[in-house]
Nanobody, 115 residues
Framework: QVQLVESGGGLVQPGESLRLSCAASGFTFSTYAMSWWRQAPGMERELVAS????????NYADSVKGRFTISRVDAKNTLYLQMNSLQPEDTAVYYC????????WGQGTQVTVSS
């Protein structure tokens, strides 16, 4: 069964950090590009960051460049998103995604940034 399970979300204050994890199973993780997306209340889901197979290249939304870092450990079938200098506008449900004819999404993890 192909599955993605996110974890690591929570409530933090502005300026703090969080690291999200996405555990993959049921497919050959190392052969897929992977990405993180987020969806704030009342907003469309947006791409946050993506990473190629083996992590050779990464891309970021302008809004998170310099603050977020996407990475992967293929030996652990796990995708990460290190989020630093979090701001209230980063509040959203964060999802990891595997692309394909039938994209696979995780269930999401809530990140709330509030003082």
């Amino acid at each position: 069964q192909v599955q993605l399970v996110e974890s690591g979300g929570g409530l933090v204050q502005p300026g703090e950090s969080l690291r999200l994890s996405c555990a993959a199973s049921g497919f050959t993780f190392s052969t897929y590009a992977m990405s993180w997306w987020r969806q704030a209340p009342g907003m469309e889901r947006e791409l946050v960051a993506s990473i190629s197979p083996a992590g050779r290249s990464t891309n970021y939304a302008d809004s998170v460049k310099g603050r977020f870092t996407i990475s992967r450990v293929d030996a652990k079938n796990t995708l990460y998103l290190q989020m630093n200098s979090l701001q209230p506008e980063d509040t959203a449900v964060y999802y990891c995604k595997r692309p394909g004819l039938t994209p696979i999404w995780g269930q999401g993890t809530q990140v709330t940034v509030s003082s």
